[in-house]
């Protein structure tokens, strides 16, 4: 047994000390536990298992200690990574479910918030409503092109009803932004990412509704803050245009009759493509597995890819 005097024991005491740990120390002596005597010699190429099922007592020579890497866990076989892309996608599709019903709020109609700040008349709202009845259409299209009102005013209004910033092109590359999600998601959300700002916050834009199921899951995979806001209607589909003009591959959609056979599709695919990243996030009624790639550099690991090979998007759907 090992003692040590308090001033000398001061600096041993390490960080993560429990209360028992302190209280011990504040009476008098402090006694080192064996493992900050002789700390665990940690190997690479030995990795512990990410399955919380495992049983495995032998692992086969034959099978890298490093991938395939699934939500930052290594699985030591076939059955282990099963178990926990098993657990990842039950967790996917219950926690879908509650974000898209936390959606349907009610808000104020933009017509008449747009009366409320004063930047349109009785008359003009009048007028937009009835031509909007007539032919269908969104009440600021029939704002802008029937009653002269300045289009930044529409989506200085929708922001309000949003309670979401206004977000303008400034710092959008379309080459860089088109790898952070896959087209499709483009095309059907309607979100388009837009910049990131010191490697921490991703700036997404809509262009007349938020969707914050799909900028959540966009977070979760990005691991990356996400910042929802509103682009002008001219700025938002040139954006959108030269995102999805760019050149990069897009995802293998596949069809998996239920979440047990869509986790044997993934389990098969981690275990075939070896990856260094990984993970799945539900996109409404898709779920979006990303593959980080043998080329992919640790930083960019769950982050922006750098170029199109880092990365293998798949988007699964469930059942019919
Ligand atoms: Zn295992």
Redesign the pocket.
Known sequence: MLFVNRRASLAAVPPQASMADALTWATGTYELPQAALNPPVVTTTKRL?G?VL???SRISPFRSRKRPIFEEQW???G??VLAMVQAAVRREIAGGLETSVAQHRHRLPLGLLMLGQGWITQAQLQYALAVQKLHGGRIGDWLVAECGVAPEHVTRGLSLQWSCPVLTARGFSPAAMALIVPKLFVEEFGLVPLRIAGSQLLYVGFEERLDASAARGLEQMMNLKVESGLVGTLEYSTIRQSLLSQLVAPAKCEVAADADALAARITAILEQKQPIGAKVVRMHRYLWLRLWLEKASRASRGAAPRDHEDILDYIFTVGR
């Open positions: 298992c399955s495992c049983t495995t699985g030591c076989s059955r282990c």
